[in-house]
Nanobody
Framework: QVQLVESGGGLVQAGGSLRLSCAAS????????MGWFRQAPGKEREFVAA???????????DYADSVKGRFTISRDNPKNTVYLQMNSLKPEDTAVYYC????????????????WGQGTQVTVSS
């Protein structure tokens, strides 16, 4: 069983920044594919960003078009933590942000996120 705990959410003005953290349990965190999703009130949950496990000497990151150039996903394997640095925040970024893990990812298929955190609220005021 893998547990994910998000932190770092809060209230920020438009144009500001926040960094979300997601601490994961498990001894093989470095092998997990990790993702961030968000859900705004009245909307479906949507993909925000993802980062692969180390493939060769590289981590591969992917972003939703709506956050490209503003958000950066990263990971610190010794700390079992994945981060989401959010810059130039907009009111439309307001949502509950969830961390997710695929603990047995494959290069042959998209991640299957079967572990989720409880979420952290991000509110961006105009």
């Amino acid at each position: 069983q893998v547990q994910l705990v998000e932190s770092g959410g809060g209230l920020v003005q438009a144009g500001g920044s926040l960094r979300l953290s997601c601490a994961a349990s498990g001894r093989t965190f470095s092998r997990y594919a990790m993702g961030w999703f968000r859900q705004a009130p009245g909307k479906e949950r949507e993909f925000v960003a993802a980062i692969s496990w180390m493939i060769g000497n590289t981590y591969y990151a992917d972003y939703a078009d709506s956050v490209k150039g503003r958000f950066t996903i990263s990971r610190d394997n010794p700390k079992n933590t994945v981060y989401l640095q959010m810059n130039s925040l907009k009111p439309e970024d307001t949502a509950v942000y969830y961390c997710a893990a695929d603990i047995a990812p494959s290069r042959a298929a998209p991640p299957k996120y079967n572990y989720w955190g409880q979420g952290t609220q991000v509110t961006v005021s105009s």
